[in-house]
């Protein structure tokens, strides 16, 4: 029977300053610092936190012992920790830089030798202007213009198996782009939201249609950073999700692949289509609770029939993500 995996993450938070610590985030989440940064030099800050440099080592050699088997490596946002560009080139090296086993020359983690197999969608933060979340930087589009390839303005879309157009992913940017979009107070709601536009809607409805129609495609993916659902605090919302949950159901979407939250969860949305949400992989902030998981989907009459998911969570005292528990069957 046939299968394709996917590998999922989210919410890297790559910056320029690894290992920074906001100060509101240490409070609410003290083992950060006890348990897992020893032997790392840790600053505290006022601006956003970044990423653990530890865990993104070991994210960067699990990447590299699975690539072999997998179709696509799916990054559902926030890649950087701000649309500085600074921010965005460590998240860039990441991703593209060339490496043996996980690092490049200079010791960094890198994943960049299977690029080929990245698919990625825009986070807030990607979109963010400087430290204090000000929308919309376009530099995530200039940094990642080879992969970031929008053929809709603020959507891209690839087919899983370039061999055949069974299954089609999507990615959709819903990154605010103006502060009186996030709702008031704009100062604090632009950190967390997210905003369903209706011009890109209308864009993903016409695409939609399109590849119904023409290139006879029969399953879909869609990767949307902010879960399009309830249960986000007031915050951290998708504003109007409602619309793009209505048109998931409209295109039988098989699956949601989203982040945002940091925390890895399946749920489903008020019409029914599931949404497998990522944890964070590498944010300082949530460290040592940082999750991947891989999506075997299994294909029969050239369907998506059923979706097993293996979570792998970062054992800091080991170095490496490790499977915990045992899979989890997910009927599409």
């Known amino acids: 029977m046939p299968y394709r995996r996917l590998l999922h993450i989210s919410d890297t938070h790559f910056c320029e300053f690894p290992n920074r610590n906001n100060h509101l985030k240490l409070w609410q989440n003290p083992p950060a610092l006890s348990l897992t940064n020893q032997g790392k030099r840790i600053s505290r800050s006022f601006f956003p936190s970044s990423f653990d440099s530890n865990a993104a080592q070991a994210l960067a050699a699990f ?3 699975v690539a072999p088997d997998l179709s696509l490596i799916v990054h559902s946002g926030d890649l950087a920790t701000t649309g500085r560009p600074d921010d965005l080139g460590a998240a860039f090296h990441f991703l593209s830089a060339s490496n043996c086993n996980g690092s490049t020359a200079d010791g960094k983690p890198s994943i960049g030798d299977h690029v080929e197999k990245l698919f990625i969608c825009p986070g807030n933060h990607d979109r963010y202007k400087n430290n204090f979340a000000k929308p919309w930087s376009a530099n995530f589009n200039l940094q990642f213009r080879k ?8 959507i891209t879309y ?10 089609c992913i999507l990615a959709i940017d819903f990154c605010l782009r103006a502060n009186r979009d996030a709702g008031a107070p704009y100062q604090l709601n632009r950190y967390g939201r997210g905003k369903v536009y209706s011009d890109t809607i209308l864009r ?3 695409l939609m249609t399109e590849l119904v129609d023409n290139d006879k495609c029969l399953n879909f993916i869609w990767v949307i950073h902010f879960p399009p659902a309830d249960g986000a605090g007031s915050a951290e919302q998708l504003l109007n999700f409602d ?10 979407v098989s699956f949601v692949l989203s982040g945002h939250l940091h925390n890895a969860s399946i749920s489903k ?3 029914g289509t599931t949404i497998i949400r990522a944890g964070t992989a590498c944010a300082a ?5 940082c999750w991947i998981h891989l999506l075997d989907l299994k294909i ?17 005292r080991n170095g490496e993500f490790s499977p915990v528990g045992s899979s989890i069957q997910i009927l599409s």
């Open 269 to 271: 949305t008020s019409y």
């Open 158 to 167: 690839r087919y899983v198996n370039k061999d055949d157009r069974k299954i």
């Open 243 to 252: 619309d793009v949950a209505s048109l998931a159901k409209k295109y039988n």
């Open 204 to 206: 993903l409805n016409d």
């Open 285 to 289: 902030d949530e460290a040592p609770n």
């Open 147 to 154: 992969i970031w390839l929008t053929q809709r303005l603020d």
């Open 63 to 65: 990447v590299c012992d």
């Open 300 to 316: 029969e009459d050239d369907l998506i029939a059923s979706i097993r998911k293996t979570d792998y969570k970062w054992d800091w």
